[in-house]
């Protein structure tokens, strides 16, 4: 099945560093998608990309799907006590009607 | 509106022990899921349904199995509880999108199972 390779697996940055994530697939991908999961949490869908070297923006969150459409990356700005979470991003597999994880990224920040 | 529910939130069971985890939705969702997720770790796919009456194996159906009599409830089963199968259990729906894509995935908050 589709796999997606996701580093790092953990990152801790003070508050007020930036913070990066990275998804990386061997086939090119229909679209991703990125969900962040709070601790003790449930994943909470944050964003769908579907265009080839789009950049989609959500205040300091910035996504972007690579030109191949094999990558993509989750970049926060400016890191606040409240983006302390995981991060997945999930690709569609099998028969595309499947949500495949990426292995996640835990971020922990420190005030 | 509810979302996703999700029933039991906490469970211990002795191994052996047999028990369904109950999941509805009431969005009108065709598309189903059951995940787990063990601690530290990335979510895995049980099971999954694309509409009543359609179920289909994931990424680690072994132990578990579902159905899907009604659009809103997708329960799963475990049969003969391992300590293997203790994980944090989560069901999920979705719209069907163009050509039948998954869209975003709507999570229930989790049962979590203790199998002792």
């Known amino acids: 099945g589709q796999q997606v390779m996701q580093i790092p697996q953990y990152q801790h940055v003070q508050e007020g560093e930036d913070f990066t994530t990275y998804c990386n697939s061997s086939?090119?991908?229909?679209?991703i998608q990125w969900y962040k999961q709070r601790p003790g949490g449930h994943p909470v869908f944050l964003i769908q990309l579907v265009k080839s070297g789009e950049v989609k923006k959500q205040k300091r969150l910035t996504f972007q799907f690579g030109e191949a459409k094999k990558n993509s990356s989750l970049h926060i700005t400016a890191t606040q006590t409240t983006d302390v979470g995981t991060y997945f991003c999930?690709?569609?597999?099998?028969?595309?009607?499947?949500?495949?994880f990426g292995s996640g990224t835990q971020l922990t920040v420190l005030p | 509106n509810a979302g996703v529910t999700q029933t039991p939130k906490f469970r211990i069971l002795k191994i052996g022990q047999s028990m369904t985890l109950q999941c509805t939705q009431d969005?009108?969702?065709?598309?189903m899921y059951w995940y787990r997720q063990d601690p530290g770790m990335g979510l895995k796919l049980i099971y999954y349904?694309?509409?009543?009456?359609?179920?289909d194996k994931g990424e680690v159906p072994n132990g578990y199995n579902v159905s899907r009599s009604t659009t809103e409830d997708f329960p799963l089963r475990l049969e003969l509880a391992a300590p293997s199968q203790t994980s944090v259990y989560f069901c999920?729906?979705?719209?069907?999108?163009?050509?039948?894509?998954?869209?975003?995935?709507?999570f229930g908050s989790g049962t979590q199972l203790s199998v002792l």
């Open positions: 349904s694309v509409g009543a009456g359609i179920t």
């Open positions: 999930a690709v569609p597999s099998g028969s595309a009607r499947q949500l495949t």
């Open positions: 969005m009108n969702h065709n598309y």
């Open positions: 086939t090119t991908l229909s679209n």
């Open positions: 999920a729906s979705s719209s069907r999108g163009r050509f039948e894509v998954v869209e975003k995935l709507f």
